[in-house]
């Protein structure tokens, strides 16, 4: 809860709203480095999936304006709703 505080001080309430996606899997990551959990081949299919999400959420607005991206905050070729 106090990382989720702690990043409305900088990012828009969307952005980090992406960021709880992250809290299993690092819960997971932290069970397989100090309790010996075993991970299974979905979960790091899963873990991957998630990563690259909020990846993509968060990295497309900011850069996609240098590319011309639709939606891209800053970009003059918005998507009509």
């Given at each position: 809860?106090?990382?989720?505080?702690?990043?409305?001080?900088?990012?828009?309430?969307?952005?980090?709203?992406?960021?709880?996606?992250?809290?299993?899997?690092?819960?997971?990551?932290?069970?397989?480095?100090?309790?010996?959990?075993?991970?299974?081949?979905?979960?790091?299919?899963?873990?991957?999936?998630?990563?690259?999400?909020?990846?993509?959420?968060?990295?497309?607005p900011r850069c996609g304006r240098r590319f011309?991206?639709?939606g891209a905050q800053g970009s003059r070729n918005?998507v009509a709703m």
């Amino acid at each position: 809860m106090f990382q989720g505080n702690f990043a409305l001080l900088s990012l828009s309430s969307a952005e980090a709203a992406n960021f709880t996606n992250g809290v299993p899997v690092v819960g997971a990551a932290l069970a397989y480095l100090f309790l010996g959990k075993k991970l299974t081949s979905a979960q790091l299919v899963a873990g991957i999936a998630v990563v690259a999400g909020v990846w993509l959420s968060t990295a497309v607005p900011r850069c996609g304006r240098r590319f011309g991206l639709p939606g891209a905050q800053g970009s003059r070729n918005r998507v009509a709703m």
